[in-house]
């Protein structure tokens, strides 16, 4: 196993471990307070690259998964990089969860300015990288749950934990995203722009319990302009995490991924192919 340590532009340091299999590398990065953070790249599978996508878990989630998008997005010409985030990964959570128990330690959890703020570091050094290894100007962030979260700030959504995003992507895209609660308050995402997908699944509940209904709240609110909301039949919240009985859901959320960003390529994001298993409307 090859180790390489490099400086990149904006001083990020990274050290690059090469592994053999699903042209993965692991890489350790040094963010803006010289905290590490931890990504799984996957490199294009194509001679030139279409643009960096990176991948933000939700909490509790690592770099180590989310392999499904990773591969989906490689195989699409994209350098995907899956980050994670130390301040909300399973060891933060797992502290949570032994102080406050899981319904109270997640939820204090997802509302941790802290954790967010983490979170914008983590993203911005991946970033930072990852620009120096594809040289195209697209840009996409895919967040799930408390990424999904971390996703919409970024965007411009407002939110009630104080936090400003940079809005320095050229589209999102939202699996499983919160409505109005403890992070959002009402019309939250009327000032984002930018193209967004968002996706949630019919069995896709919120944590306090409400509808799976409320996560297309942000798709509702925002301005028309290449908006997109799928709604996968039987999808749960962990199926787009990749457990459970998860592969429909994983085959559809890359299949929707896919005709999304071709879309905004062709200037057309009207244009919807429907599939089997999913409800797919835009504006």
Partial sequence: MNRLSRSFPGGVLVLLIA??????DAVSLLRQDQKAVQVTAYSPKSAGCRGVAIISP????????YQYIGEAMSSLGYLAVVVGHQESGRGALREHLR?????????ELITDPNAYRGRFMDIAAAKV????KCNA???ILIGHSMGAATAMMEAGARNKLGLNGTDSFSAYIALSPQGTGSIFPQNAWTDIKRPVLSLTGNRDDE???????TRTE??????VGCKWLGVIDGATHMNFAGFGMSRRTELLTTQVIASFLDGIHRGDCRTLNQSRGIDIRSK
């Fill in 19 to 24: 592994m053999e299999a699903c042209a993965q």
């Fill in 58 to 65: 939700g909490a509790g989630g690592s770099e180590k998964g």
């Fill in 99 to 107: 102080n406050h128990g899981l319904r109270e330690g997640l939820s």
């Fill in 129 to 132: 990288w990852a620009a120096f």
């Fill in 137 to 139: 100007s697209e840009s």
């Fill in 207 to 213: 944590l306090g319990g409400a509808s799976w209904e």
């Fill in 218 to 223: 942000p798709y509702m609110n925002m301005p």
